[in-house]
């Protein structure tokens, strides 16, 4: 359950750190993310690979990133995944500026995906062991049989940013409070924006 819990933290961080052109507006903030899920939809992962943010690369080879994007979208022999080829509603905050030319927005939306297990099957107790573990992760955990769940995330937050550090490019980086990679890619300043957001989300839901 540990490996699986793991898989998916780190997947969703792949799917959306990825940069694009520069850009200067809120309008075309939207348009960014647009693209993002785009080109995650047409299943592209060389288009994904030359995206990505170039710090990610500092923690995992090109090839590592792409064999973690082909297992997401198109599974192995333990499991497959299912994930919605729509772009989904999504919401774009305010542009905040700081130190280094640093601009910066919140992408919000929700993601869901659906986990089917080969040669695994899962008693009650385990079932409720993972929706109680993946729920600490801000994952929501629907077993649709012993051996297939339907996973939801709300909010899900991206931030797409430029600053002095991405050669002053747009860049799009995943929020995961859970993984200590987040704080080793963005500045504290990016860090106490996103978290209060979060939070502010959160409040408002």
Not at 13 to 29: D, F, H, T
Request: charged share 25%; hydrophobic share 40%.
């Amino acid at each position: 359950m540990k490996k699986i819990v793991s898989f998916l933290m780190f997947s969703f961080l792949v799917l959306i750190s990825v940069k694009g052109l520069a850009q200067s507006s809120k309008e075309k903030v939207n348009t960014l993310a647009k693209q993002m899920f785009v080109d995650m939809n047409n299943r592209d992962y060389e288009a994904v690979l030359a995206m990505t943010h170039p710090k990610v690369f500092e923690f995992a080879s090109k090839e590592q990133i792409k064999t973690a994007l082909k297992i997401v979208f198109e599974g192995n022999s333990e499991y497959s995944v299912e994930i919605s080829n729509s772009i989904p509603d999504f919401e774009v905050s305010e542009i905040f500026t700081g130190d280094n030319n640093l601009e910066c927005g919140f992408v919000v939306y929700d993601l869901g995906m659906k986990m089917t297990f080969h040669n695994q099957k899962f008693d009650e107790a385990t079932k409720n062991m993972m929706i109680t573990t993946m729920k600490a992760k801000e994952m929501d955990v629907t077993f649709t049989s012993d051996n297939s769940m339907n996973i939801s995330m709300k909010n899900k937050i991206t931030a797409i940013l430029k600053e002095e550090a991405t050669n002053n490019e747009w860049v799009m980086v995943n929020y995961d409070p859970y993984s200590p990679l987040f704080g080793k890619i963005l500045s504290p300043k990016v860090l106490e924006e996103v978290k209060a957001y979060k939070e502010k989300l959160l409040f408002n839901k």
